[in-house]
Every structure is written in structure tokens, then in C-alpha cells.
């Protein structure tokens, strides 16, 4: 096992705003991944509602309550669906 500190320093020393700039730089890279993940998810949902209307010949509102989409996020997905 090992431990690791990390010391952020004074607020008035050099290198207490590097330790800073990095949080906000990691944090800018996982709020653009957690973006390009929900893009995934939305692209993969209006796949799989596209080819429930078309193979089952559902209407987007059956084909949703078919893969369960909340209520809530289905305005989303029938706009997606409008948009292509």
C-alpha cells in the first residue's frame, strides 16, 4: 500500500496556482467527455427508435415506451427525430 500527499501550499506561494489550474483544466476534460458520452447515448436511442418505427412500424411515441425512454426525455428525442 501506498500514500501519496499532495501539498497545495499558501495561497501567496508560486505554485498554489498551478495546482489550481490543473483542477480546472482536469475539469473542463471530464465535463467534454461526460458530453461526448451523453452524444453516444442520444445518437444510440434515436438509432434503436429509428429502427423500431421502422421494422415494427411503431410511432416514435410506442417505439419509446418501447426501450422505456423516461417521459421526460422523450421531447428530446421526438425533436432529434424532427431534425433529420
Excluded: F
Excluded at 14 to 40: A, F, G, P, W
Excluded at 49 to 77: D, S, V
Amino acid at each position: 500500500m501506498s500514500a501519496v500527499m499532495i501539498c497545495l501550499g499558501k495561497p501567496d506561494s508560486e505554485n498554489y496556482h498551478e495546482i489550481l489550474k490543473m483542477t480546472q483544466n482536469l475539469e473542463r476534460e471530464v465535463s467534454l467527455m461526460c458530453n461526448l458520452s451523453q452524444d453516444v447515448v442520444d445518437r444510440t436511442l434515436l438509432s434503436a427508435i429509428q429502427h423500431l418505427m421502422e421494422t415494427l412500424n411503431l410511432t416514435a411515441e410506442q417505439a419509446m415506451a418501447a426501450l422505456k425512454i423516461p417521459e421526460t426525455e422523450r421531447p428530446k428525442y421526438t425533436s432529434m427525430l424532427e431534425e433529420q
